[in-house]
C-alpha cells in the first residue's frame, strides 16, 4: 500500500507502529507530530518517520492514515479538530488507547461527517518508554484489537488492517463496550491492585525496615506492573472508571470474604480458596501475548563469585542474543546467586538458555 501516515504522537507505542509499516509497505510516507521536538529529530535519525509535521491541523489534510498514539484524553481532544478540517474522503483514522468506550463516543462526530474511524489496541509494551525504545517487531504475535462501529464498511476494517499486516500481531475484533469490560478485568484492575499492594507495602516498611530488602525478590516481581507509568495509568483509570468501580467493588466484596475466612479459621474454605485459584492460573494459556504484557524471565544459578554476571552476559553478546533487564536476587542465602534475565520475547529465552547450557554447567529454568 502506498500514500500518507499520520502518527501522532512519536513515543514507543507510534514510533514500533511507524516501524512496522514502513517494513511491509515501502512506497508508504511516514509524517510524525508530536509535542516534543526531541521526539521528533529522534524519529528522523533512526529512520522511524520520514518527516516531521508541522500541526494536526495541517498534516491531517494530507494522510491517507492517521494514527493516534496519545492518551485517551488527549486523543479525544485532538478527534474533535477533524470534523473541521478539509479531509482525503477515503481517510482511515485509528488510535491506540488503552479504553475505547468514550473515544468512540467522541469518534461518532467523525462518522456524522463522513470520516472512518476505528478503534485500536495494540497489546504490548516494554520495559522502556519513548521513541528510542521503538521496534519493529514489538507487536509480534501480541493481540491487536479493533473496535469498529456498528456503520463500519468491513472495506475499512480489511484496509486497517492491511496497512497494519507488518506489526504481524493477532486482530481480534471486539465492540468498546466488550474491549473495557474485558482490559479493566485483565490489565486495568491488577495496575490497581498492584499499586495499593506496593503502597501498603511501602507504609509497612517504615515500622519494619527488614521488608525493605526482603521485598527485592518476589514481591518484586508480582507487584512489577506497579513501576508502569503514573500518568498512563490515572488517564486509564479516569477512562475506564465506570468499569472499575464495579469490578473494584467485587475485588472488595472478595477481600472481605478472605478476611472472614481467616478470622473463622475456616481451613476448608481457604484450601478451595486457594486450589481453585491455581486449578484456572494453571489453565491459562503459556505461550500467548496477552492484557499484561509478558514477561520473559530466565533464572541461572550460578556460582557467588567475581566476574560470574559478564561470563554469562558474555555467553549472549558472542551469539547475539539481546537481553532487557538483568538483576540478582539477593533473598538466596546459599552458596549459588541466581541471575534473573529478561527477554524481548519467548524466542529469545529459549535462545539464551540453550546458549548458557551448551557454554557451562549453570542450571537454567523458567517459572
Keep these: 500500500m502506498e500514500g500518507n501516515v499520520l502518527i501522532v504522537g512519536l513515543g514507543l507505542i507510534g514510533g514500533s507502529i511507524a516501524l512496522s509499516i514502513k517494513e511491509a509497505h515501502q512506497a508508504a510516507h511516514i509524517i510524525g507530530i508530536d509535542v516534543s521536538h526531541r521526539s521528533l529529530e529522534?524519529?528522523?535519525?533512526?529512520?522511524?518517520?520520514?518527516e516531521i509535521g508541522e500541526s494536526l491541523i495541517i498534516d491531517a489534510k494530507r494522510a491517507d492514515l492517521i494514527i493516534f498514539c496519545c492518551p485517551v484524553k488527549e486523543t479525544e481532544e485532538l478527534l474533535k479538530h477533524l470534523p473541521k478540517l478539509k479531509l482525503k474522503p477515503d481517510v482511515l483514522v485509528t488510535d491506540t488507547g488503552s479504553t475505547?468506550?468514550?473515544i468512540m463516543e467522541v469518534a461518532k462526530n467523525l462518522q456524522a461527517s463522513g470520516i472512518h474511524f476505528i478503534g485500536g489496541h495494540p497489546m504490548a509494551g516494554?520495559?522502556?518508554?519513548?521513541?528510542?525504545?521503538?521496534?519493529?517487531?514489538?507487536?509480534?504475535?501480541?493481540?491487536?484489537?479493533?473496535?469498529?462501529?456498528e456503520t463500519t464498511d468491513p472495506k475499512q476494517l480489511k484496509q486497517l488492517k492491511q496497512w497494519l499486516i507488518g506489526t504481524k500481531a493477532k486482530f481480534l475484533t471486539l465492540s468498546p463496550c466488550e474491549h473495557d469490560q474485558i482490559t479493566g478485568m485483565l490489565s486495568h484492575l491488577?495496575?490497581?491492585v498492584a499499586s495499593a499492594l506496593v503502597n501498603q507495602t511501602r507504609r509497612f516498611t517504615e515500622k519494619h525496615s527488614a521488608a525493605f530488602r526482603l521485598a527485592a525478590g518476589g514481591f518484586r516481581d508480582i507487584t512489577r506492573i506497579a513501576s508502569s507509568d503514573p500518568r498512563m495509568w490515572t488517564d486509564?483509570?479516569?477512562?475506564?472508571?465506570?468499569?472499575?468501580?464495579?469490578q473494584l467493588t467485587h475485588w472488595r466484596d472478595h477481600m472481605n470474604e478472605a478476611l472472614l475466612m481467616i478470622e473463622k479459621a475456616d481451613g476448608k474454605a481457604l484450601y478451595h480458596f486457594f486450589d481453585q485459584a491455581k486449578e484456572f492460573r494453571d489453565s491459562l494459556p503459556v505461550h500467548e501475548g496477552g492484557a499484561i504484557p509478558a514477561f520473559y524471565d530466565l533464572f541461572v544459578d550460578v556460582p557467588d563469585m567475581p566476574g560470574i554476571i559478564s561470563e554469562v552476559t558474555g555467553f549472549l553478546a558472542e551469539e547475539e542474543i539481546s537481553l532487557i533487564n538483568i538483576k540478582i536476587l539477593e533473598t538466596r542465602e546459599d552458596i549459588n546467586g541466581i541471575l534473573q534475565i529478561t527477554f524481548q520475547n519467548e524466542e529469545d529465552r529459549q535462545k539464551a538458555k540453550d546458549c548458557i547450557a551448551k557454554r557451562s554447567n549453570y542450571p537454567c529454568h523458567f517459572e
Design 42 to 50: 529522534a524519529g528522523i535519525t533512526l529512520g522511524i518517520i520520514d
Design 126 to 149: 516494554s520495559h522502556k518508554s519513548g521513541i528510542t525504545a521503538a521496534k519493529r517487531m514489538l507487536f509480534e504475535n501480541a493481540y491487536y484489537l479493533l473496535t469498529p462501529s
Design 190 to 192: 491488577p495496575h490497581i
Design 236 to 246: 486509564i483509570s479516569l477512562s475506564n472508571r465506570l468499569v472499575l468501580k464495579e
Design 100 to 102: 475505547k468506550g468514550s
